[in-house]
């Protein structure tokens, strides 16, 4: 480990304040952690929302410093952990919220449970855009939906950050996807293997008609919530249909579902860093996530334009403007 006793980070002190460049004191781990210099930090929507402080769900107080997902290398480990040894390159959801430090700094001192060996066939930049959006994907499709081969899957926002891994996960697991986008990805939707199906052009009836003899889907995938959740109710199988939703907010008529004796699952990807409770699940599907990408099963779409602290602004500015074409990476300072 470096003999350096200070780090940077950037901070924020108010919402929608702007980012300031600190210096404190590198934490050493304890029982249970590992110290990690920060190589990479990814954008999702949640950032910015906690930025703006709009995301009371995240708990995450000012002064903060934000980055929910991290990729980098272990240069330090509490007295118990085996299974992480100093040089590993980790990637993990690790922080920026319910009060802990977020990746935006040098170094990040994280619970071992939340890391795993970050993939060996891709560079920490591209391992610092998977873990939120993959967990999330992961915790609706394989833990609260249980895709297997010969189901029918439709993703809606397939383009999307978590809706790109789920049809590829998916794929992954042997379903036929089909997957909801706008025209301008309609390659991009087929060439991840799935059905490309038009919402702005193509109505509920439309589609199940032609794609499911008018029997629904085994599982939907809702990743985008508002309206496309409501027509999710409307698109599962009737008995065994499963709708799932990463963005469930707002207020829906369950009818259609009930009329259809369908079941519904919600995803809270946070809740491992909020509670402390199941947070080695988080560590486990990114040891099966890194299988996935290694055997070419798996790979997140970046944004090629490249970002670090001086540019973190018009980083988080252009996720904001939706002008980014994948998952925007910040490379941390060295």
Same mark, same amino acid.
Request: glycine share 10%; charged share 15%; aromatic share 6%.
């Given at each position: 480990?470096?003999?350096?006793?200070?780090?940077?980070?950037?901070?924020?002190?108010?919402?929608?304040?702007?980012?300031?460049?600190?210096?404190?004191?590198?934490?050493?781990?304890?029982?249970?952690?590992?110290?990690?210099?920060?190589?990479?930090?990814?954008?999702?929507?949640?950032?910015?929302?906690?930025?703006?402080?709009?995301? =009371?769900?995240?708990?995450?107080?000012?002064?903060?410093?934000?980055?929910?997902?991290?990729?980098?290398?272990?240069?330090?480990?509490?007295?118990?952990?085996?299974?992480?040894?100093?040089?590993?390159?980790?990637?993990?959801?690790?922080?920026?919220?319910?009060?802990?430090?977020?990746?935006?700094?040098?170094?990040?001192?994280?619970?071992?449970?939340?890391?795993?060996?970050?993939?060996?066939?891709?560079?920490?930049?591209?391992?610092?855009?998977?873990?939120?959006?993959?967990?999330?994907?992961?915790?609706?499709?394989?833990?609260?939906?249980?895709?297997?081969?010969?189901?029918?899957?439709?993703?809606?926002?397939?383009?999307?950050?978590?809706?790109?891994?789920?049809?590829?996960?998916?794929?992954?697991?042997?379903?036929?996807?089909?997957?909801?986008?706008? =025209?301008?990805?309609?390659?991009?939707?087929?060439?991840?293997?799935?059905?490309?199906?038009?919402?702005?052009?193509?109505?509920?009836?439309?589609?199940?008609?032609?794609?499911?003899?008018?029997?629904?889907?085994?599982?939907?995938?809702?990743?985008?919530?508002?309206?496309?959740?409501?027509?999710?109710?409307?698109?599962?199988?009737?008995?065994?249909?499963?709708?799932?939703?990463?963005?469930?907010?707002?207020?829906?008529?369950?009818?259609?579902?009930?009329?259809?004796?369908?079941?519904?699952?919600?995803?809270?990807?946070?809740?491992?860093?909020?509670?402390?409770?199941?947070?080695?699940?988080?560590?486990?599907?990114?040891?099966?996530?890194?299988?996935?990408?290694?055997?070419?099963?798996?790979?997140?779409?970046?944004?090629?334009?490249?970002?670090?602290?001086?540019?973190?602004?018009?980083?988080?500015?252009?996720? =904001?403007?939706?002008?980014?074409?994948?998952?925007?990476?910040?490379?941390?300072?060295?």
């Amino acid at each position: 480990m470096s003999t350096q006793h200070s780090m940077q980070a950037l901070q924020i002190t108010e919402p929608n304040g702007s980012f300031k460049l600190i210096e404190q004191a590198i934490p050493q781990p304890g029982i249970g952690q590992v110290l990690v210099k920060v190589a990479a930090s990814s954008i999702n929507p949640l950032d910015l929302k906690i930025r703006a402080g709009q995301a =009371a769900h995240a708990k995450q107080p000012f002064p903060t410093i934000l980055g929910i997902d991290m990729a980098g290398e272990v240069v330090a480990t509490g007295p118990d952990i085996t299974h992480f040894a100093v040089a590993d390159k980790v990637y993990g959801m690790t922080g920026g919220v319910a009060g802990q430090q977020g990746a935006l700094a040098q170094y990040q001192l994280v619970d071992a449970d939340l890391l795993a060996k970050a993939p060996s066939n891709i560079n920490l930049r591209q391992a610092a855009a998977m873990p939120l959006v993959v967990i999330t994907a992961w915790e609706g499709l394989v833990d609260r939906a249980r895709v297997a081969a010969g189901h029918k899957v439709l993703v809606q926002g397939g383009a999307g950050g978590v809706g790109h891994v789920a049809v590829q996960l998916a794929k992954a697991f042997g379903a036929e996807v089909y997957a909801t986008a706008s =025209a301008k990805d309609a390659d991009y939707i087929r060439s991840l293997g799935a059905v490309f199906i038009d919402y702005q052009h193509t109505s509920v009836g439309q589609y199940l008609a032609e794609h499911t003899d008018n029997k629904g889907f085994d599982i939907v995938f809702n990743t985008t919530g508002g309206v496309s959740l409501d027509q999710a109710f409307q698109s599962v199988k009737t008995y065994t249909g499963h709708v799932v939703s990463c963005l469930g907010w707002g207020t829906h008529s369950i009818a259609p579902l009930s009329f259809r004796a369908a079941s519904y699952s919600g995803v809270f990807t946070l809740m491992p860093l909020l509670t402390g409770q199941s947070r080695a699940h988080h560590g486990n599907i990114l040891r099966q996530a890194s299988q996935l990408t290694e055997q070419g099963l798996l790979n997140i779409r970046l944004d090629p334009q490249e970002f670090d602290f001086e540019s973190l602004d018009q980083a988080y500015e252009k996720v =904001a403007t939706a002008r980014n074409s994948g998952k925007v990476v910040v490379t941390v300072a060295a």
